[in-house]
């Protein structure tokens, strides 16, 4: 069975951190593009990173330059989203999704999805 399970959310105060994990299970994650996208309430999905196993290749939104960074375990099967300097705006749920060849900003480009988890930023 083709799963993505994310995990690593949480409340966590203005500047501080979060690393998100993306586990695949029933496929390898090799050869293959891992967006992490979020969507915040009554706001459209939006591309916020991805990695390309194949080349190890990395893209980033702008708003999040500078302060997430994507990784791979190849071994463990599983993408990570260091997320440092979190802000009230970062708040939202997060989704890891696969895609072939290379990364791209268009979530309709993305054939499977993990089931989300939430990243709240809040004094």
């Known amino acids: 069975q083709v799963q993505l399970v994310e995990s690593g959310g949480g409340l966590v105060q203005p500047g501080g951190s979060l690393r998100l994990s993306c586990t695949a299970s029933g496929f390898t994650l090799g050869y293959l593009a891992i967006g992490w996208f979020r969507q915040a309430p009554g706001k459209e999905r939006e591309g916020v990173s991805c990695?390309?196993?194949?080349?190890?290749?990395?893209d980033y939104a702008d708003s999040v330059k500078g302060r997430f960074t994507v990784s791979r375990d190849n071994v463990k099967n599983t993408v990570y989203l260091q997320m440092n300097s979190l802000k009230p705006e970062d708040t939202a749920i997060y989704y890891c999704?696969?895609?072939?060849?290379?990364?791209?900003?268009?979530?309709?480009?993305?054939?499977?999805w993990g089931q989300g988890t939430q990243v709240t930023v809040s004094s």
């Open positions: 999704a696969v895609k072939r060849p290379y990364c791209s900003g268009d979530p309709g480009e993305y054939t499977a």
């Open positions: 990695i390309s196993t194949n080349d190890g290749s990395t």
